[in-house]
């Protein structure tokens, strides 16, 4: 199983790598003050093993580190994981893997050769996880989940915010949806769902699948069998009344399946006989046109009638107009007797036309053209009459032939409705062949024996069915589960009887829903996130009594999980919050001190209890002189820190060019 035994920074000067060897199978100790980087170490190891980005505080690690690296062991196999720093983008995808290498790579060696993803695919299949699925319950609207190596992780680290945390109880168990995500994978890491249970859920999904399809199947056997005689002499009748058979077979009732397909496949068979009708439709259009155009010529005559009656009425008024003017002026004298030699004024008595232009002359020569127009008018009337006459005869010629047309047409219309239902016939016999022809498509010959062999078939299908939805039942693997829960609460109640923690002595336990201590007390259960178990080592104590009980189990029944453990600080839930100094542990009381030493003390034991099986990495303040304890401390940053002072000087002459170049180039 996994354990680190190396991390390697890789500087953006020309300077050497920044190395930091780590015991396999040890406690592993690196003690120093605050701001030296010991908490950085937990996102730039998640960073190697897959995650998205380092996460580091914008300083001396982000500006200086060109790459993060590690090196794991997995049973006796060694491997180089190496990313490069963040540059202009939040997240990188690049990674670079190299399996056995014989020398840690030069940084001008450092080449990606592959993805994170691919990096945590591989992980998880190399510490054994196989495929897996937690399906929710029934109700449930998440989907389902697999568990993979990024879950496994969860028991792995132990962040600063965390450990003295009552409210967290597992790594990154405060971020969104990821408390969800511990409750759907534990079960697995657990081994309460096994690695076949995916294959028994694929193959309880195609039985399910076949089972459908075989109860329709079965269902549509047994309703073509109850309702095969009716219909298909429904369907023999509508082709006797369609013409299509000529009568129905006298044994209708008895015949078989088989014997009524073959009746109605010679249907199919037979052409469609049908009497033949003229095709009139083009005479009767022709009619049609010419209807049209003898009514626009009747209208047309109207009109033309209409117009010559108000031309004729016209010049009869005209000339009762001017027959009118000539009496009034023959009445008052002024024209005279046409036999009398001369005339006198009717006013003055004088006689008319003694000299020349008089006005009696005027008068002449108007009643000389009132009598020329009344003579012109009277030639215009007959040819008036005679154009009336002849528009007279052309209309009743017009209407006589629109009679005969609409009487050939109404012949036509009776042989047209003759043809149209000949067409209907052949129309309806085509429909009739049509619904017969999908009928024997859709529909088989469906014999006793195969409805029989269906149902053994169904039954078969529904036992297999049966028992693995027995194997998969969720009760079981909650039953699988709590028998897990409480093989780790065992040994959980006695690492807190080892570290003397409150309500050890009445039995505690992982809630793996709630995730979260539950201690059984008197009074009820107190839960730690609910702050009903207090003081700093409590908090402390159980996260790493959880961890270390979990991994015990992990270990014994041989679950893929990674075998180290990275816990920070825990020392600081006996540190006052407002405190001003570095944490050195000279500030805390004797009983705080104690406590302090007895955790790790506890780390010690139980890495060393289980023979190499399991790594402890500590970040602290903490630094004591038992021998135990200087045998784990593999670095002590006091005057140092994970960026060393080379590199911090680099920085500091970087700063001082740039600031020389912009001084020389203002903008």
Not at 628 to 646: C, D, K, M, N, Y
């Amino acid at each position: 199983m996994i354990q680190i035994e190396k991390l390697i920074l890789y500087p953006n000067f020309d300077l050497q790598p920044r190395e930091i060897d780590f015991k396999p199978g040890k406690l592993n100790i690196i003690t120093g003050a605050s701001g030296t980087g010991k908490s950085s170490l937990i996102n730039i190891f998640r960073f190697c093993l897959g995650s998205s980005s380092p996460d580091v505080p914008i300083g001396p690690i982000s500006q200086s580190v060109a790459w993060y690296a590690i090196v794991l062991r997995i049973g006796a196999t060694h491997y180089f994981i190496g990313r490069p720093a963040p540059t202009d983008t939040v997240e990188v995808t690049a990674a670079l893997l190299l399996i056995e290498p014989e020398f840690l790579p030069d940084k001008s060696a450092l080449t990606p050769n592959t993805t994170a993803e691919n990096v945590r695919e591989y992980l998880g299949s190399a510490i054994g996880i196989e495929e897996n699925l937690n399906v929710p319950g029934p109700g449930q609207t998440r989907r389902a989940l697999a568990a993979g190596f990024v879950h496994s992780l969860y028991y792995c680290f132990q962040g600063q915010g965390e450990i003295a945390n009552p409210e967290v109880l597992f790594h990154h168990q405060n971020r969104e949806w990821q408390s969800q995500a511990i409750r759907d994978t534990l079960p697995y890491f657990l081994g309460a769902q096994r690695n076949e249970d995916l294959n028994k859920r694929q193959q309880l999904a195609e039985l399910r699948r076949d089972l459908r399809i075989a109860e329709q199947r079965l269902s549509q056997a047994e309703a073509e069998q109850l309702d095969f005689g009716s219909r298909t002499e429904a369907l023999l009748m509508e082709a006797v009344d369609v013409g299509l058979a000529e009568s129905l077979p006298p044994d209708l009732p008895s015949l078989s399946s088989e014997d009524a397909f073959g009746v109605m496949r010679s249907l199919l068979s037979q052409p469609v006989v049908t009497a033949g009708a003229d095709d009139v439709g083009g005479g009767f259009e022709q009619l049609q046109l010419e209807l049209g155009d003898q009514r626009s010529r009747a209208r047309e005559i109207a009109d033309e009638l209409r117009g010559l009656e108000g031309f004729g009425r016209s010049a009869t008024n005209y000339s009762d107009e001017l027959g009118e003017h000539r009496s009034r002026l023959s009445s008052i004298g002024l024209i005279p007797d046409e036999t009398a030699a001369s005339a006198d004024c009717p006013l003055c008595g004088s006689e008319l036309g003694d000299s020349e232009g008089t006005d009696y002359e005027a008068v002449l020569a108007d009643l000389a053209g009132t009598s020329r127009r009344l003579e012109l008018a009277a030639r215009d009337t007959p040819r008036i009459e005679k154009a009336r006459e002849q528009l007279l005869g052309e209309r009743q010629r017009v209407l006589l032939r629109i009679d005969e047309i609409n009487s050939s047409l109404t012949v036509l219309s009776a042989t047209n409705e003759i043809a149209a239902r000949e067409r209907e016939q052949v129309n309806l016999q085509s429909y009739v062949r049509g619904k017969i022809a999908q009928f024997l498509e859709v529909r088989t010959a469906t014999v006793p024996d195969e409805l029989a062999g269906l149902r053994r078939s169904i039954a078969r299908l529904r036992d297999r069915a049966s028992s693995l939805e027995e194997a998969l039942d969720p009760a079981l693997v909650r039953s699988r589960l709590e028998s897990a829960i409480a093989r780790v609460n065992k040994t959980l109640t006695q690492l807190a009887s080892l570290l003397g923690l409150e309500h050890a002595d009445q039995g505690v336990r992982l809630d793996p829903n709630r995730l979260t201590v539950v201690a059984d007390t008197l009074d009820g259960p107190a839960y730690l996130d609910a702050g009903q178990i207090g003081s700093g080592l409590n908090w402390v104590g159980y996260h790493l009594a959880v961890y270390l009980a979990l991994h015990e189990f992990f270990i014994e029944n041989s679950r893929p999980v990674p075998r180290f453990m990275l816990v920070d600080q825990p020392s600081q839930a006996f540190f006052p919050r407002d405190r001003t100094t570095g944490g050195d542990m000279e500030e805390l009381a004797d009983s705080d001190r104690e406590s302090t030493k007895r955790l790790y003390r506890l780390m010690y034991d139980e890495v060393s209890r289980h023979d190499g099986a399991l790594q402890i990495i500590a970040l602290d303040h903490a630094d004591f002189d038992e021998d135990w304890f200087q045998e784990s401390v593999q670095e002590r940053w006091r005057a140092g820190a994970l960026i060393p002072t080379s590199w911090l000087d680099a920085l500091a002459d970087a700063s001082v060019d740039d600031d020389v170049v912009n001084d020389e180039n203002p903008l």
